[in-house]
């Protein structure tokens, strides 16, 4: 019996990548994969579970937080960022409000018509965009309180969507100039770079 082949698959090549552009890289990579989980369910209703789409909208999630990390990341450097996806969105939005940046939000609630005050009561109720896709119950060991579901066929559809609006707000962020930006990261560090970027995480 031949033994498999190996198929090493070193990070040197995205090591040669500015800072930004790996961010850019991972988001992709989570989206491919979110694209790829979410059209096998929509295939097959044996392999069709709502753990499996909840993996989906996860994938999903992070690709658009390493997406929007990266977008800040190319016009900000040095910015400490928040890790929540609306923060991250808001950020994106001021630092490129023009439409032809635009991504929509997929996920995240609409508080119109709500005062101030109801606004945090809403909150303090809502699960964490960032764990409810990924466990069962919440810190405390309490079941969500949430009724869940998800359709793989209809989010197939908006993933495509997603990565055209990827493609085309890259493309534009990328033709916009910037300084100290083309330096890879592995030689930022003779200037504290690759130091602050650990600080953040």
Same mark, same amino acid.
């Given at each position: 019996?031949?033994?498999? %082949?190996?198929?090493?698959?070193?990070?040197?090549?995205?090591?040669?990548?500015?800072?930004?552009?790996?961010?850019?890289?991972?988001?992709?990579?989570?989206?491919?994969?979110?694209?790829?989980?979410?059209?096998?369910?929509?295939?097959?209703?044996?392999?069709?579970?709502?753990?499996?789409?909840?993996?989906?909208?996860?994938?999903?999630?992070?690709?658009?937080?390493?997406?929007?990390?990266?977008?800040?990341?190319?016009?900000?450097?040095?910015?400490?960022?928040?890790?929540?996806?609306?923060?991250?969105?808001?950020?994106?939005?001021?630092?490129?409000?023009?439409?032809?940046?635009?991504? %929509?939000?997929?996920?995240?609630?609409?508080?119109?018509?709500?005062?101030? $005050?109801?606004?945090?009561?809403?909150?303090?109720? $809502?699960?964490?965009?960032?764990?409810?896709?990924?466990?069962? $119950?919440?810190?405390?060991?309490?079941?969500?309180?949430?009724?869940?579901?998800?359709?793989?066929?209809?989010?197939?559809?908006?993933?495509?969507?997603?990565?055209?609006?990827?493609?085309?707000?890259?493309?534009? *962020?990328?033709? *916009?100039?910037? *300084?100290?930006?083309?330096?890879?990261?592995?030689?930022?560090?003779?200037?504290?770079?690759?130091?602050?970027?650990?600080?953040?995480?």
């Amino acid at each position: 019996m031949t033994p498999p %082949r190996w198929n090493l698959l070193p990070s040197a090549k995205l090591s040669q990548l500015t800072l930004h552009e790996q961010y850019f890289a991972f988001s992709g990579a989570y989206l491919d994969s979110a694209e790829k989980l979410c059209r096998i369910l929509a295939r097959s209703t044996k392999t069709a579970t709502f753990e499996r789409g909840a993996v989906v909208l996860y994938l999903t999630q992070h690709a658009l937080e390493l997406f929007y990390k990266g977008a800040i990341l190319r016009k900000a450097p040095t910015e400490k960022y928040s890790h929540g996806l609306d923060q991250l969105q808001r950020r994106y939005k001021i630092l490129y409000p023009a439409k032809r940046f635009s991504i %929509r939000k997929l996920f995240g609630a609409s508080y119109e018509g709500l005062t101030e $005050e109801q606004i945090a009561q809403v909150q303090g109720l $809502e699960p964490p965009i960032d764990q409810l896709y990924r466990y069962p $119950e919440d810190k405390q060991g309490k079941p969500w309180n949430a009724l869940l579901a998800f359709e793989a066929a209809s989010f197939t559809r908006e993933l495509a969507v997603l990565r055209e609006e990827f493609i085309n707000a890259r493309r534009q *962020i990328e033709a *916009i100039p910037s *300084i100290n930006t083309d330096t890879p990261l592995k030689s930022r560090r003779s200037c504290g770079y690759a130091r602050r970027y650990t600080a953040r995480k």
